[in-house]
């Protein structure tokens, strides 16, 4: 606008000391700025121009100037526009990622609380699987010696009932059987022999054979006692061996039961626990997503801010410098309306 003004100045004058005085006059008016200084010492230098010229030039310069508010104006709206659109959709980024933040920062918190209690029924179920594998190592144990004091209890009584037979045999069969004194004297001998002189039943026999058949007939009776007796206790052993064993496999099932239920349920919680420990990375990483977002949202929000509040200003010192061209364009205008006609 300066460089229009000083080329329409050039040939613009005000050819009469008339005007050169109300130019003086208005210029001691006027707030001193460089355009006005300038404006006035180019209408002052020259004097060569028509006034109706002059007053056409001045006049498209003011025409000019006051564009150039409308236009200065009308940047400032749209940049105003633009910035609070650019703020506003920065404001609800924010937000919405705060509101996220605040959601995962929960979930965390949550998964978090989560994992402990699992952690906690984890080691509890760890140490009650480990007693209840104890205990049916411990009940496999006991049934192990249980069957084999049942086995040894039934070999000895087997083995001593099957002496009180061969006892019984001897005696019926060679004692009081329709055998010669040779033949008894004979069997004795092989027993002895057999069995050994030590033997329980070598000895028994070897006794036995000096009584009379009344004795022996006694000794008799008093051995098929003995071995009733001792054949009770085999059946006793042998029921309480089946017994035991119903137990020992009822009691070990409901234990293998037991563990295996819990044990389930520990892979369950293993499993639970593997799949919150993956959601609670996840939302780590999601939170750290989230606070860089809202840590770079806000140095956005604060540099368009400055940008609009910088933008202000520059508008503001424009229109100020606008204003006060317009206003001394307008007033070397009024002066030149005033002036009589060449």
């Known amino acids: 606008m300066r460089i229009a003004i000083l080329l329409v100045l050039i040939v613009i004058s005000v050819t009469t000391e008339t005007h050169l005085t109300a130019i003086k006059q208005l210029r001691e008016k006027t707030r001193i700025t460089p355009f006005s200084d300038y404006f006035y010492g180019m209408l002052e230098l ?6 109706g010229e002059v007053v056409s030039i001045v006049q498209s310069m003011l025409d000019k100037l006051i564009a150039a508010s409308g236009a200065n104006e009308a940047e400032h709206s749209a940049q105003q526009a633009n910035y609070e659109q650019q703020i506003t959709k920065l404001e609800n980024t924010l937000e919405t990622t705060e509101s996220e933040l605040s959601s995962v920062n929960q979930q965390i918190n949550d998964l978090t609380t989560d994992l402990s209690s699992l952690t906690q029924s984890l080691s509890f179920q760890g140490q009650q699987l480990l007693l209840l594998s104890n205990q049916i190592t411990q009940l496999s144990d006991n049934h192990q010696q249980e069957v084999r004091a049942a086995e040894e209890k039934l070999n000895n009584n087997s083995r001593y009932l099957a002496a009180v037979k061969e006892v019984l045999r001897f005696l019926t069969d060679t004692l009081l059987g329709n ?116 840590q770079t949202s806000k140095e956005l929000l604060d540099q368009t801010r400055i940008a609009q509040d910088n933008e202000n200003t520059s508008y503001t010192s424009k229109r100020s410098h606008i204003s006060e061209e317009i206003s001394i364009v307008q007033s070397a205008l009024d002066l030149l309306s005033q002036l009589p006609a060449q």
Request: charge should be neutral; hydrophobic fraction near 30%; charged fraction near 30%.
């Open 46 to 51: 020259h004097q060569s121009s028509k006034l």
């Open 179 to 294: 055998v010669s004194l040779i033949e008894r004297e004979r069997a004795i001998e092989v027993a002895k022999k057999s069995l050994g002189d030590k033997h329980p039943i070598s000895i028994m026999i070897q006794m036995t054979s000096q009584y009379d058949d009344n004795t022996i007939r006694r000794v008799i009776t008093k051995l098929e006692g003995i071995a009733e007796n001792v054949q009770d206790r085999l059946d006793a052993i042998n029921t309480s061996s089946t017994n035991s064993e119903q137990q020992y496999q009822t009691l070990r099932s409901q234990f293998e039961t037991t563990y295996s239920n819990l044990d389930k349920d520990k892979q369950f919680n293993q499993r639970q626990a593997t799949a919150k420990d993956n959601d609670l990375a996840s939302a780590k990483r999601r939170q750290s997503e989230l606070q860089e977002l809202i």
